[in-house]
């Protein structure tokens, strides 16, 4: 199974697990998408600001001191994203509804951004 | 960087030592046209409101002499390592000074105007041209210089202050100009 095939399951399993999720990208920290279910048109983009936002919110960890950084959270009134470190070059983000089981599509997508480092390094 | 730099300019029209040995060869004439190579260059910037901006009241004395050490350091060479340094370095101070690049390339045209007209009056037609040639080539890899280090250096500012990197910058950059050229497209601009 080629590392591809990897983080194609990883994102199909956390559509799964989670049937909240609406979205799930995995992104090379230059904001490239590795693997997403997210529609073509929407991937480049969100692959980009992906990235994007987990070096903002990296920084953001340090200046503020809060410790090495768990989880970048963007919230709109139709729903929010979740991005996380996923490896030393890569991020992972879901998209999911502002009024779903937040607590469960967290669990989740930690999780799976943990099987993404082991898949990525 | 500097040499990063450097090395994107096609070696045969590069700055080269034949360039170096006009400007040296004839640095005694060059040299005496320094004070209206001085006076020129900041009677020109002063008397546009824009460029005007950049300085404060009281830092004209001080500016004229950063050109003249410029000016010197030049004539006597060497163009070694630190020379084109200083020149990458002077990019640096422009983001932090808020003199663009425009300002800058404005500014080259008017030192290789006043001193190209001097060099053709002053000179024998021969040495007069290997001069101005050499001011070419050097006016060619200081911008390249100072642009690009300008450039380059805001890039790594962004990403110590962002965390955002070049290349994720400069991927983010072309999203966003495939949109305008599209657009420019459309309309029949492009």
């Not at chain 1, 983009?45 to 987990?54: E, L, Y």
């Amino acid at each position: 199974m080629s590392k591809q095939d990897d983080l194609n399951k990883i994102t199909k399993e956390l559509r799964m697990n989670v049937p909240d999720i609406s979205g799930v990208m995995i992104a090379s920290d230059e904001g490239l998408s590795i693997a997403t279910d997210f529609a073509e048109e929407d991937a480049v983009r969100v692959a980009a600001v992906s990235a994007a936002a987990s070096g903002l919110g990296n920084r953001i960890s340090q200046n503020a001191s809060l410790g090495e950084p768990e989880e970048v959270m963007v919230k709109g009134r139709d729903g929010l994203l979740l991005i996380y470190l996923a490896g030393d070059n890569s991020v992972l983000a879901v998209r999911a509804p502002s009024r779903g089981n937040l607590g469960l599509v967290r669990l989740e997508a930690s999780s799976a951004a943990q099987e993404v480092r082991k898949v990525l390094g | 960087m500097t040499n990063e730099i450097i090395e994107q300019i096609p070696e045969c029209v590069r700055f080269n030592d034949e360039d170096a040995q006009a400007l040296i060869r004839n640095k005694d004439v060059l040299l005496t046209l320094e004070d209206g190579l001085v006076e020129g260059f900041y009677n020109s910037v002063y008397s546009y409101s824009v460029t005007r901006a950049v300085f404060t009241d009281d830092e004209r004395a001080a500016r004229e002499q950063t050109l003249r050490d410029w000016y010197r350091r030049t004539l006597n060479g060497p163009f070694d390592d630190a020379y084109w340094q200083w020149q990458t370095f002077v990019g640096l101070v422009h983001i932090k000074r808020k003199v663009n690049n425009a300002m800058v390339s404005g500014m080259w045209g008017w030192i290789l105007t006043y001193l190209s007209s001097n060099a053709l009056e002053h000179l024998e037609a021969n040495e007069a041209k290997a001069v101005i040639k050499a001011l070419h080539s050097l006016q060619a890899a200081v911008m390249a210089l100072i642009s690009e280090s300008y450039q380059r250096n805001m890039f790594v500012a962004v990403d110590k202050a962002s965390g955002i990197k070049e290349a994720l910058l400069m991927r983010l950059v072309n999203i966003e100009i495939d949109g305008m050229l599209d657009d420019a497209r459309a309309n029949g601009t492009g």
